[in-house]
């Protein structure tokens, strides 16, 4: 009973560098969705994909690029980190975009810092 | 503007008490849902309870329970009987059917729960 599963769950990068989160969902839900949390914030998107072979910015997608490699999974690349980009990045699913009665499902989280 | 606002930055409560948790929001979109969620110190995000805008009565979830006045644009989280497992930030939510959010959870800020023994 696995959910949302995302990897890693820590990461520290050198400013410059690359990465790619994963995420993998088990509950054939169509629309996926990626977060950061950073303190006091709340959580804020960065992309979403609201059915397999569509992807939207959110919120803040500013260095960020997003795949939506089938319907189970959803990654997100950072192709140059920078110091700003450390959060928490949680990633989450529901079963449609449209309806506003779904709630979404969350991974536990991939803790980021960017030296 | 805000769109959710939780004016309690840090709470305390007393084992077995009841608490309430306040959250307030702002949209125009007739169709709406809003959510709570809870992240205990390990960091998940855990889904605890949904209430519609066209739900007549509010929602439970066990010990969980929405006291949702519409016209106030309020939807404040009651949990009853304590315990020292709900020491966690709790945060509310809304989606909007058809508002500039499409479709998305807007996030509030959270609120810091802590039991006391």
């Known amino acids: 009973n696995a959910g949302v599963t995302q990897t890693p769950k820590f990461q520290v990068l050198k400013t410059g560098q690359s990465m790619t989160l994963q995420c993998a969902q088990d509950m054939n839900h169509n629309s996926m969705y990626w977060y950061r949390q950073d303190p006091g914030m709340g959580l804020r998107l960065i992309y979403y994909?609201?059915?397999?072979?569509?992807?939207d910015k959110g919120e803040v997608p500013n260095g960020y690029n997003v795949s939506r490699l089938n319907k189970r999974e959803f990654s997100l690349r950072l192709e140059s980190a920078a110091p700003s980009q450390t959060s928490v990045y949680f990633c989450?699913?529901?079963?449609?975009?449209?309806?506003?009665?779904?709630?979404?499902?969350f991974g536990d989280g991939t803790r980021l810092s960017i030296l | 503007a805000q769109k959710i606002t939780q004016t309690q930055p840090g709470m305390f409560v007393q084992e077995k008490e009841a608490v309430t948790l306040d959250c307030t929001y702002d949209t125009s979109d007739p169709s709406y849902g809003l959510f709570w969620y809870k992240q205990p110190s390990s960091g998940e995000m855990i889904f605890l309870i949904y209430q519609g805008s066209y739900d007549q009565q509010n929602a439970t979830e066990g010990r969980y329970s929405l006291n949702f006045q519409k016209a106030r644009k309020s939807a404040n989280l009651v949990i009853s009987a304590s315990q020292l497992g709900d020491s966690a930030m709790y945060f509310c939510?809304?989606?909007?059917?058809?508002?500039?959010?499409?479709?998305?959870?807007?996030f509030g800020k959270g609120t810091k729960l802590s039991v006391k023994p």
């Open positions: 939510a809304m989606r909007e059917a058809y508002g500039g959010s499409q479709g998305n959870l807007i």
């Open positions: 994909s609201a059915s397999e072979g569509t992807t």
């Open positions: 989450a699913s529901s079963e449609v975009f449209l309806g506003f009665s779904q709630p979404q499902h």
